[in-house]
């Protein structure tokens, strides 16, 4: 077994436009991954027959029986590369587009910096960018206190506390030692809470050479200001998670810094008292919501193709 064999994971739910040109984009790498798997949470659209239609035999599609949300997906689709022997697992979204040498930058940059500095980045994260070239703002890493400490010109990495699954580049070691992302989350804040695990062992490195365009039709962070009665149900999800987290890895006084980081929002976005009200709803649930981190199964038989 090689050392660098990768597998890609790409969470898709109704969107089978968007997930071709995915697909178009991993088949165009330069370094392109041994295998594609496509999990797929019971979409509703055309995306079984396009799927269907594809004879490459890198690809595969995976649809669940139901849809178990984004983090679900990353679950299934992470445990599914472990057991198939992956050694790394780049992990996206259906409507993110990497450019051709956005694979090989990241592996180039996660084994460069530990033959260089003798640590283990426990992720490599893309540098994602809107549709019209600006920064993607939900996509943003977030820092260690000391992250220009290996940075240099010819190796412009930063080190990374946390970031999305837009372009997170996982080692196998890091999934034997922390397990799978939440299943239960369902959706938001599965990445923060999963790159944040896996860096207890040694923060993740950001590499801005390596390019992703995240297609989303609003170009917006997390801020619980522009909440809405279409979103209302995303951060609903968001600020259950995030309490639930908080208040394992940081107690009372991280909730209460969460808690007020929402309300400071909120009252800046003037959210409208009902919807603020399944907020805090929300929170209360995450109090008491202590879902369960369950470990990758042991390695088995690599099926690769030829």
């Keep these: 077994m090689r050392g660098t064999a990768t597998a890609a994971v790409i969470v898709t739910f109704n969107r089978s436009a968007k997930l071709v040109r995915v697909i178009e984009a991993l088949q165009a790498q330069t370094v392109r991954p041994d295998f594609i ?18 004879t490459d035999p890198t690809l595969r ?6 849809n178990i949300g984004g983090a679900g997906g990353f679950h299934e689709g992470m445990r599914l590369a472990y057991e198939q022997g992956a050694d790394y697992l780049w ?5 993110a587009y990497p450019e051709p040498d956005a694979l090989k930058k990241l592996l180039d940059a996660i084994t460069g910096f530990e033959a260089r500095y003798q640590w283990r980045p426990s992720f490599a994260c ?7 070239g600006s920064h993607c703002e939900m996509n943003t890493p977030g820092t260690v206190w000391d992250w220009p400490r290996f940075y240099t010109p010819e190796t412009p990495w930063t080190l990374v506390r946390s970031c999305s699954f837009v372009s997170a580049l996982v080692p196998r070691w890091a999934v034997t030692a922390h397990g799978l992302p939440i299943r239960d989350y369902f959706i938001w804040y599965d990445d923060a809470e999963y790159t944040q695990r896996i ?23 997390v801020n619980y200001g522009l909440i809405t009665d279409k979103n209302v149900w995303k951060f609903r999800y968001g600020a259950r998670n995030e309490t639930s987290f908080r208040k394992r890895e940081q107690g009372w006084p991280g909730v209460a810094q969460f808690v007020w980081q929402i309300y400071r929002q909120m009252r800046g976005g003037q959210v409208a008292k009902p919807l603020q009200r399944q907020i805090w709803k929300a929170v209360w649930t995450g109090l008491r919501f202590r879902p369960p981190i369950q470990m990758a199964e042991l390695q088995k038989e690599v099926v690769r193709p030829e």
């Design 37 to 54: 798997l496509v999990i797929d949470n019971a979409s509703t659209d055309d995306t079984a027959e396009v799927m269907g239609r594809m």
């Design 61 to 66: 599609h995976i649809r669940l029986p139901e």
């Design 91 to 95: 992990i996206s979204d259906d409507d």
């Design 126 to 132: 893309s540098n994602v960018k809107w549709i019209d």
């Design 199 to 221: 860096a207890r062992s040694y923060p993740g490195i950001f590499v801005p050479d390596s390019l992703v365009v995240h297609d989303t039709p609003d170009n917006a962070g």
